[in-house]
């Protein structure tokens, strides 16, 4: 066996249950940090429902007191069509899917078939697949000439907002940025944060998004703390960043952001639910995952054709700073 050359392709179903549901939903989503809707009806539209306050009356009389009905917003997940495409030389296509099968204790090496085949594949696409759709959701940017240009990101999102001063935004000098001035990021978004989102903290889902240099930093300043849990810490690693019961995520994106005219370090504060990606692979005409060998260049394909985007729901509920 020296080349795979057996065309695959997803469409309907196929393409929701094989490839792209298990991907954007249970773990994989939550990796992703964010609120994941895939394949609701386009166009994709978020109903935020606003509970009527102080409903409690005196109960002095018979009648109807309910006053006015709850209020509904939406919000509209503006999705476009992209498609991503890959190519391998076949030597160095074989070379991969092999790996990703030899690393199966349940294969037998003298037997595959075309499923295992098949599996490691998909698998190889998928990576590839889903950390791009990842990055996107954060440095996409549909105005750039190059680059992560398919779909918006909750960068340029929050880059429009900011010029209209409709959420709270503050710079700092990212040179005399140190572990004890990273704490004070952290205190002084959460002091300027509405009093809306300060009020999300109980249902636990507010983050800290932060940069790889502000992680560092935070986890610099935990080792300086006296104590044996800091020592074990600092030799064993840390799974998970807190700050006062507030997750401190790593958005991973610093081979991302060099490219882009956004900031390189900020620490975003908001509610995971007020970030939203969509997918659809179901709405859009030509929506598929096609994999192929072609001979004439001794290369194998792989191309993917849905739609996706991304937005903030509400822009009060978020905190921002960046680096200046």
């Not at 057996?6 to 094989?18: F, R, W």
């Not at 595959?112 to 490691?120: F, S």
């Not at 440095?139 to 398919?150: L, R």
Request: proline share 2%; glycine share 8%; hydrophobic share 40%.
């Amino acid at each position: 066996m020296s080349l795979l050359e057996n065309a695959k392709q997803y469409t309907g179903s196929d393409l929701e249950q094989i490839f792209f549901r298990p991907m954007l939903t249970g773990e994989s989503a939550l990796d992703l940090g964010v609120r994941v809707l895939y394949n609701l009806p386009t166009p994709t539209t978020v109903h935020l429902w606003d509970g009527q306050r102080n409903i409690l009356q005196k109960y002095t009389a018979a009648g109807w007191n309910g006053g006015q009905a709850a209020k509904k917003y939406q919000k509209t997940i503006q999705l476009s069509p992209v498609k991503a495409e890959l190519g391998f030389s076949a030597a160095d296509y074989f070379s991969l899917v092999y790996e990703k099968i030899a690393a199966r204790a349940d294969v037998n090496m003298d037997d595959l078939t075309g499923t295992e085949l098949e599996q490691a594949e998909t698998a190889l696409f998928k990576q590839a697949l889903a950390e791009n759709i990842r990055a996107t959701m954060w440095v996409g940017d549909t105005t750039a000439e190059s680059g992560y240009n398919t779909f918006d990101g909750f960068l340029k999102a929050i880059k429009e907002f900011d010029s209209e001063s409709v959420i709270f935004s503050e710079p700092y000098q990212t040179a005399d940025l140190t572990a004890e001035k990273v704490v004070e990021r952290f205190d002084s978004l959460w002091q300027s944060a509405g009093a809306a989102l300060q009020d999300l903290k109980g249902e636990g889902q507010l983050v800290f998004f932060v940069t790889s240099d502000i992680y560092f930093l935070y986890e610099k300043y935990l080792d300086a703390k006296g104590v044996d849990t800091a020592y074990t810490d600092t030799i064993n690693g840390r799974q998970r960043l807190a700050y006062h019961g507030i997750p401190v995520v790593d958005v991973r994106l610093g081979s991302y952001l060099s490219a882009t005219s956004f900031h390189q370090s900020f620490c975003l504060l908001t509610d995971r639910r007020n970030l939203v990606l969509a997918v659809n692979t179901a709405d859009f005409p030509g929506n598929e995952v096609r994999m192929w060998y072609n001979p004439d260049e001794m290369e194998n394909r792989q191309r993917a054709v849905f739609m996706a985007g991304c937005d903030i729901l509400d822009e009060g509920l978020v905190a921002y700073s960046y680096g200046a």
